[in-house]
Structures are given as structure tokens and as C-alpha cells.
């Protein structure tokens, strides 16, 4: 079954250090993968899609299909990035088109 | 332009009413999706909307749960009989087509009595 796992609730780290949000999948096919953040009283938003190999407000992600992973990198965490992390993939057919979500991740960047 | 909307913003009930929710996706996209948003679920797939095409109903937890599109453009999703596990945020979001980038309104917070 199709499956989007991200093992940490919680990541803090200081403003300045390094970040990465770990996600790993199982999809039987060539997956087509996302991030999502939900920014405090905001709505979710896409980040960033590993088909568009953007970098988006610092954030890279890099699909890797042998460790079935997209894990999301910066190098310098902001205050401002203090958010809610889902990585999510779609499941797309003849008939449907669905994101299936990780359980999400909240990010702390403490001053 | 006027991102995914949703009404009401938030909405209380007891258990054993009906509620709609309903979504007003961004002009011309043609794909809708229902999710819910629950502490103890997380974010999952609800209903899919595509064109005339029939809708992906797999999401749905029950038969109390059902979603009509009208036109092409406004969405609305029923609960019968409300239970309080029906309590989450449900989400709707829209995009372009299949596999485009998904966009979404700001929730609906349904409280369950």
C-alpha cells in the first residue's frame, strides 16, 4: 500500500543551524512527490515538488528511489520557518488523483 | 486572484445533525478534493471531483458522508447524522487537473456536541 511515513513530531533547533526533515515512502510506480507547510493560522501551501527541483525559500528535497526518500534540507533555519511539515505524495490513476499525507512534523527554530 | 474559499470558517453541532460544508474552488480549475484534517488521523483523502468524470468516493469513512459538485465549480460536503468523532477540519483544495499542484482553502473547523 501506498504509504508516506515522517518519524519525528517535533524537530527544534537554533535559527542558524541546519535542518532536515526526513520522509520516506513505499509506492509501487515512479512516485510524484511534495511538501507541504502550514504556517501558524494559515492555510497549507505547497513548499516544493520534486518534479520542479526548485529550491523554495532556501528548501531543497531530493528524491532518492533507493532509499525511497525525500528528505527536506536547509542549511540555515529562520525563525520564520517555525511551521508544520507534510510531505505527501500522489496517488494518480485513470480515476483518481490523491495526495497521501505523512503525519507531519513541526518545526521549531528558537531565537 | 481569490484563492480556495470554504464556509462557514467554523461550525458547532450536536450529535444526530445534518451539516454542509461547503467549497468554492479557484476559477477554472477543473479537480476538487475533500479532505479531513484530525488529531488522531491526520490528513486524509476524502473525495475527488474531475470534471464530469465520476468522483474518486474511496475517502469517505461512511454512507453518513457524501459531496455533490454542482456545475463544475462549488462543492458541497453533507454529514448525516453527526458523530463526534466527525469532529476535525475538513479541507478543500483544487487544482488545474490531475497531478497539477494541489490548492487549499482555509478549512472548516467542525465541532461535534
Known amino acids: 500500500a501506498q504509504r508516506v511515513t515522517q518519524p519525528e513530531k517535533l524537530l527544534s533547533v537554533f535559527k542558524g543551524a541546519p535542518v532536515e526533515l526526513k520522509c520516506n515512502y513505499s509506492y509501487s510506480g515512479s512516485p510524484e512527490l511534495f511538501w507541504y507547510v502550514q504556517y501558524s493560522r494559515q492555510r497549507l501551501q505547497l513548499l516544493l515538488r520534486h518534479i520542479s527541483r526548485e529550491s523554495i525559500k532556501g528548501f531543497t528535497a531530493d528524491l532518492n528511489k533507493g532509499e525511497t526518500s525525500f528528505h527536506l534540507k536547509k542549511p540555515f533555519a529562520q525563525e520564520e520557518d517555525s511551521a508544520m511539515y507534510y510531505c505527501?505524495?500522489?496517488?494518480?490513476?485513470?480515476?483518481?488523483?490523491?495526495?497521501?499525507f505523512g503525519t507531519g512534523t513541526r518545526l521549531q527554530v528558537f531565537p | 486572484g481569490a484563492g480556495v474559499s470554504q464556509s462557514p470558517s467554523n461550525k458547532v453541532t450536536e450529535k444526530g445533525k445534518d451539516v454542509e460544508l461547503r467549497c468554492d474552488p479557484i476559477?477554472?480549475?477543473?479537480?476538487l478534493y475533500w479532505y479531513r484534517q484530525s488529531l488522531g488521523q491526520g490528513l486524509e483523502f476524502l473525495i475527488y471531483?474531475?470534471?464530469?468524470?465520476?468522483?474518486?468516493k474511496s475517502g469517505l469513512p461512511s454512507d453518513r458522508f457524501s459531496a455533490e459538485r454542482t456545475g463544475g465549480s462549488v462543492s458541497t460536503l453533507t454529514i448525516q447524522r453527526t458523530q463526534q468523532e466527525d469532529s476535525a477540519v475538513y479541507l478543500c483544495a483544487s487544482s488545474r487537473g490531475p497531478g497539477e499542484t494541489q490548492y487549499f482553502g482555509p478549512g472548516t473547523r467542525l465541532l461535534v456536541l
Open positions: 476559477s477554472g480549475h477543473t479537480a
Open positions: 505527501a505524495l500522489i496517488q494518480g490513476s485513470y480515476n483518481t488523483d490523491k495526495l497521501i
Open positions: 471531483f474531475q470534471g464530469n468524470s465520476a468522483p474518486d
